[in-house]
């Protein structure tokens, strides 16, 4: 199949279900009324809440899903792949944006922002881990996810490339998962330094 | 030769991207001074997105309409993250150039995040 026909074989579906675009819009409101209320205890809830989500997710799909599927047959990937790949375009970007928006305004707010150093030496180093799974999440994870969706639309998908990229996302997921306990270490040593 | 032109566009957007963040991180570090070097890093960061947007131009095999297709879908979730961004840079106590820089930090992202992923996902694709 030349590259033409490939490229033309993308169906007009949506690249993720409306019903996981309901669910982040959901998230996304609540944010919204965290942000506006600047209520201490709503965002330090929103925040908290889908930081754990988040780290859950990482270290689940690191560590549980992608060994599991690294000794599955090809056709039971692609098949898992249909299914959980467009849920985890929608959901990962969404939770990601939640906890570093509501714990950016929750610091701003309670004064973690403008510490003095040394203790603020944990403040900064958590910036510096948050942008290292920024930087893992724009190379590797999203376009390894956004890859196996485009396949996954074709008339003949690529088995080879699937499998390749759904190994790369459960590595940097695993990888983000392990930096996402690197930031647990920080947060609770800045609570009880 | 396309293989290592795609690696080369993908590492000066990747370098775009890491010198944006770099730069927040440098403003964050020095809150509430002026942090130096900060527009230093901002340049070197639009520099390089710049030099990666000419060289991509450059190859003609690329698989474009996947390229658009995606930057569009992620452009759109970029802004609605930007917004967010820029909301609480407005209700924060920034003013001044700390403000600017900082919206200008959330608005070359917000064109640098798509541009990364969606070359990173044709560079797979058969060129068109």
């Known amino acids: ?33 965290a942000l506006l209320s600047s209520n201490v205890w709503a965002l330090n809830f929103v925040h908290v809440s889908a930081g754990a989500l988040w780290t859950a997710i990482d270290l689940f799909m690191g560590f549980v899903i992608g060994p599991i599927l690294a000794r599955s047959e090809i056709p039971v990937r692609v098949a898992m792949a249909k299914r959980l790949m467009p849920q985890m375009l929608v959901i ?84 983000i998962g392990l930096l996402q306990l690197a930031i647990l270490v920080i947060m609770t040593r800045l609570r009880f330094p | 030769v396309r293989r290592a032109g795609d690696v080369a566009t993908v590492g000066l957007l990747g370098a775009s991207v890491a010198s944006a963040l770099g730069a927040i991180i440098i403003a964050m570090a020095f809150l509430p001074e002026d942090p130096p070097a900060f527009s230093t890093v901002l340049s070197s960061s639009s520099v390089a997105c710049f030099v990666a947007a000419l060289w991509s131009l450059r190859q003609r095999r690329l698989a474009w309409r996947t390229f658009f297709a995606v930057l569009r879908g992620v452009a759109v979730a970029a802004a609605i993250y930007a917004g967010f961004g820029i909301l609480v840079i407005l209700r924060s106590a920034l003013t001044g150039p700390q403000l600017v820089g900082a919206v200008t930090v959330v608005v070359l992202l917000t064109v640098e995040i798509p541009a990364l992923i969606a070359f990173s996902v044709a560079r797979h694709q058969p060129a068109d």
Not at chain 1, 146 to 151: F, K, Q, R, S
């Open chain 1, 1 to 33: 199949m030349d590259a033409t026909a490939q490229n033309a074989s993308y169906p007009d579906t949506p690249f993720v279900p409306p019903g996981a675009l309901a669910v982040a819009a959901a998230g996304l409101a609540v944010l919204l009324a």
């Open chain 1, 92 to 175: 990962m970007p969404t939770v990601v944006l939640i906890t570093v928006i509501a714990g950016w305004q929750l610091a701003s707010q309670i004064g973690i922002l403008t510490l003095p150093y040394p203790l603020r030496w944990w403040v900064v180093s958590s910036y510096v881990v948050v942008a290292t799974m920024a930087m893992l999440a724009y190379t590797i994870l999203e376009p390894a996810n956004i890859t196996v969706l485009i396949e996954l639309r074709k008339a003949r998908p690529h088995g080879a490339l699937i499998d390749r990229m759904m190994r790369r996302f459960a590595r940097a997921a695993g990888v």
